[in-house]
């Protein structure tokens, strides 16, 4: 089905009309129209229109208001103060729109009018260490943006680029030949007897490679191997990676994201290329020798000393720098996928050095006029008290033991309000309104700032949480369960209620909102947008009976509004990766 225009744009139109036939000597002209308390909507356009061609704005108004058609969209229409006009829409135009925008699979939210190719880089394991809290937020707003991505009609590729390189990986491929059962599993393994396992290993072959001399330089000759491609050598590294993802894949089950094995492409991925980078920007003097390291240097990036402060590519040692498999992915994703976008979700902390290697790419020629490259560059998770968030030992948080507590804790919350549910129903729902607690926290704050992780407030029923949306479509479900015979219907016809009004409004502006989140790569807008959806459906619920309306049309017309609501709610939600269970 086509798209359906929301009543902003339906309006927008009729108004910008209507002042070139006012005016035509100005050609086409913005009406200037936004939301207002005044009335539904404001036009202020007459004023700037009337300065340039030096008329007066409250008489151009007056010819506006002159040339609007009245009746089937506009309800009433005041000139106000220096030219604005104040606009009520009519119920009839409301009802209508949301009933077009009902009769649709995807709510009447359009596709993008030029979708192209994104590559998104999000979650960043490293292979053999535990996840901890600083891989929570790059894993949560990289797969918000892919769904919202997608549901706009772009075509998006996942990458994960896992660390899968380097030199700890001699110390444990040579300690794993002199101990090769180390990793011996009988049957299938969980991701957590997999994580304790490479745990056991990394921290016995750490204590030896510091210990004994002997078995450092073995593990250093192994590195030599792995990166000249020896067999045995590269079978064992493969053990450590498969061995690592069935951990990886546990922890993103429980969080609730998708990770597939086509689109994990880690630092090892690039290997091949690293060498060929390096040439070809030294070859085009975009990087110079500097005491036998491989750098490119920047007017404006300086050292804390002042002196520049390069990007350094190869190290002096012969060595590859992050920098080299960061600018090997560009020259891939540009060359072989052919993005027009790459997204790149990674720490706020790591801005210059993407900054630099963009920066490069450009001057390389691999990033050209027709792709952009933007780091979604994420604030940090902060405890209760504004710091970094650690145990109370100062160590790291596991990030499987802060979903756990948030299970938990939810599931304690599920407990108690639940109502003829099932242990099995109250454990699936707590997983549910924990793992989206933990989500919609971080989804709501905005990309770039900290945010305090609180899960007392979390998983509250109370304010901005996903608990609060999630309840209030289970709320919907139920009301919808009990109708009976009773049926969603709009009804144009009947007057609605300013609660009714408030409601149909801004569920209209739910394509509106999404294109705004599309263009800019922030979840929180649609959060924000989808709390003030459920707050105003909570204001509707207390002011309109539903099943009890007054008469059979009303109620069908208010079974239609909770309906619409219910699917604007789980479509919104789905898109930040939460679950709406239908019952709570």
């Not at 002997?214 to 450590?240: I, P, Y």
């Not at 509106?512 to 947008?529: I, R």
Request: a negative charge; aromatic letters at 8%; proline letters at 4%.
């Amino acid at each position: 089905m086509a798209s359906v225009p929301s009543l902003a744009s339906s309006l927008h139109q009729r108004i910008a009309d209507a002042l070139s036939a006012a005016l035509p000597e100005a050609g086409a002209a913005d009406p200037l129209l936004r939301r207002s308390d005044r009335a539904d909507f404001q036009a202020n356009g007459m004023l700037a229109l009337a300065k340039k061609l030096k008329g007066n704005p409250r008489e151009l108004a007056a010819k506006v208001v002159e040339g609007l058609p009245a009746g089937d969209l506009i309800k009433e229409v005041e000139v106000s103060g220096p030219g604005f006009l104040n606009i009520t829409i009519t119920d009839e135009a409301i009802v209508k729109t949301l009933a077009a925008r009902a009769a649709d699979d995807r709510l009447g939210v359009p596709f993008a009018e030029h979708p192209g190719t994104t590559v998104i880089d999000y979650a960043q394991p490293n292979v053999a260490k535990e996840m901890h809290v600083g891989h929570l937020r790059n894993s949560v707003i990289g797969d918000a943006v892919v769904r919202i991505l997608e549901f706009s009609g772009e075509q998006v590729v996942r990458r994960h680029h896992i660390g899968d390189w380097g030199t700890q990986f001699g110390m444990l491929i040579q300690y794993l030949i002199e101990h090769p059962h180390e990793l011996d599993h009988e049957g299938e393994v969980s991701g957590e007897e997999a994580m304790s396992s490479l745990n056991r290993l990394y921290k016995a072959s750490r204590t030896l490679f510091d210990s004994d001399e002997e078995f450092k330089a073995r593990a250093r000759r192994r590195v030599v191997d792995l990166q000249a491609g020896d067999e045995e050598t590269l079978a064992l590294w493969q053990r450590f990676v498969d061995e690592s993802k069935i951990y990886f894949y546990s922890v993103f089950d429980k969080l609730d994201v998708e990770i597939r094995d086509e689109d994990i492409v880690g630092e090892s991925g690039y290997n091949d290329m690293l060498a060929e980078t390096c040439r070809l920007l030294e070859e085009s003097g975009v990087a110079v020798r500097s005491n036998g390291a491989l750098c490119v240097f920047f007017d404006d990036v300086k050292g804390p000393d002042g002196k520049p402060s390069p990007l350094i590519v190869q190290k002096s040692d012969g060595g590859f720098g992050y920098a080299a498999t960061d600018l090997s992915a560009i020259r891939d994703r540009v060359g072989n996928l052919k993005a027009d976008t790459l997204l790149y979700v990674v720490d706020a902390r790591q801005s210059l050095h993407f900054k630099m290697v963009f920066e490069t790419a450009r001057r390389a020629g691999w990033l050209t006029d027709d792709v952009k490259a933007v780091q979604l560059g994420f604030g940090t998770v902060l405890g209760k008290d504004g710091k970094p968030f650690k145990t109370r030992e100062g160590e790291t948080v596991r990030l499987v033991d802060l979903l756990d507590e948030a299970i938990d804790r939810a599931t304690a919350v599920v407990r108690e309000k639940a109502q003829d549910l099932t242990e099995e129903q109250i454990a699936e729902r707590g997983a549910q309104v924990g793992i989206g607690a933990v989500k919609y926290a971080d989804l709501s704050t905005s990309v770039s700032r900290d945010y305090k992780f609180d899960l007392d407030q979390m998983v509250s029923l109370n304010g901005d949480t996903s608990v609060y949306l999630q309840y209030a479509f289970a709320r919907i479900q139920s009301i919808l369960r009990k109708a009976g015979e009773a049926r969603p219907v709009a009804h144009p016809e009947l007057a609605l209620a300013p609660a009714e009004r408030a409601l149909g409004m801004h569920l209209d502006q739910f394509g509106e909102n999404l294109a705004e989140v599309t263009a800019s790569y922030e979840p929180h807008k649609l959060a924000g947008y989808l709390y003030q959806l459920a707050s105003l459906y909570t204001t509707f619920y207390a002011e309109c009976p539903v099943l009890k309306a007054e008469t059979p049309q009303q109620v069908e017309n208010r079974l239609f509004l909770c309906d619409l609501t219910a699917r604007t709610l789980r479509q919104g939600m789905s898109l930040l990766g939460i679950r709406t269970p239908e019952q709570l």
